[in-house]
T-cell receptor, first 110, second 112 residues
């Protein structure tokens, strides 16, 4: 049984560019959450998707947007990248309560 | 505001030297408290969920306990492979999601 998968593993972008990160949830999970983890910090909640709808958003600007597909996979889009967007982006899937994380995408903005 | 504080920030132990990590939390209504292990550059790995004060869970050399204000992760006779960052997170009642609120973690180094 495959766990949560994310792609790509690493990504380098320039300020002002746009990026799309992808996540496939654990089998049987219908809810996907995205988190941003800066170096030395705990993960920060960005938003959560369920039934293809955004259910709640954390304290992140509108430059951060997402999508969930009918097969429950999800994308995170970030527009107009800033240096401060450099971080590990984590996807977590869940069915009821416990959330299982993917390996993350390391985004570096230069 | 819901908040999680972990201490110490870093802990260095000798192999076999038992210790405890602390997670203090402030939450309007606790739905669950979670412990994760995170290796450098990787995603958090789920360890335990605790739901009510007095609850305890064990896995190999790790034991997690919960009170109304804090949780402890006890590490008994640690080995070098236990070296990692240990993250604590809470879920609160209310709202449409089961989002996790994390602390900043405790970086554990176990020396042989």
């Amino acid at each position: 049984d495959a766990g949560v998968t994310q792609s790509p593993t690493h990504l380098i972008k320039t300020r002002g560019q746009q990026v799309t990160l992808r996540c496939s949830p654990k089998s049987g999970h219908d809810t996907v959450s995205w988190y941003q983890q800066a170096l030395g910090q705990g993960p920060q909640f960005i938003f959560q998707y369920y039934e293809e709808e955004e259910r709640q958003r954390g304290n992140f600007p509108d430059r951060f947007s997402g999508h969930q597909f009918p097969n429950y996979s999800s994308e995170l889009n970030v527009n107009a990248l800033l240096l401060g967007d450099s971080a590990l982006y984590l996807c977590a899937s869940s069915d009821q309560s416990e959330q299982y994380f993917g390996p993350g995408t390391r985004l570096t903005v230069t | 505001e819901d908040q999680v504080t972990q201490s110490p920030e870093a802990l260095r132990l000798q192999e076999g030297e038992s210790s405890s990590l602390n997670c203090s939390y402030t939450v309007s209504g606790l739905r669950g408290l979670f412990w994760y292990r995170q290796d450098p550059g990787k995603g958090p790995e789920f360890l335990f969920t605790l739901y009510s004060a007095g609850e305890e869970k064990e896995k190999e050399r790790l034991k997690a306990t919960l009170t109304k204000k804090e949780s402890f992760l006890h590490i008994t006779a640690p080995k070098p492979e236990d070296s990692a960052t240990y993250l604590c997170a809470v879920q609160a009642y209310g709202g449409a999601t089961n989002k996790l609120i994390f602390g900043t973690g405790t970086l554990l180094a176990v020396q042989p």
